[in-house]
């Protein structure tokens, strides 16, 4: 499990049901992320990994 940043719980927590996605990054490169949930509240998470080649 991958810790990210819940907005609204204020506090870093474990993503639950995490996954990867490519997202648009400058100059039509390709940025990877994972997308989750905060397993408290329940709040969409994101956080951005490192580039895709």
């Known amino acids: 499990m991958t810790e990210a940043y819940c907005v609204k ?3 870093k927590r474990e ?3 995490e996954k ?3 997202m ?3 100059g039509g490169m390709k940025r990877r992320a ?3 949930e905060c397993p ?3 709040t969409k ?3 951005i990994l490192g ?3």
């Open 9 to 11: 719980c204020k506090a």
């Open 24 to 26: 648009k990054g400058k």
């Open 15 to 17: 993503m639950k049901d």
């Open 34 to 36: 994972l997308k989750g």
């Open 51 to 53: 580039k895709a080649n």
């Open 40 to 42: 408290t509240c329940g």
């Open 20 to 22: 990867e996605v490519e």
């Open 45 to 47: 998470m994101f956080r």
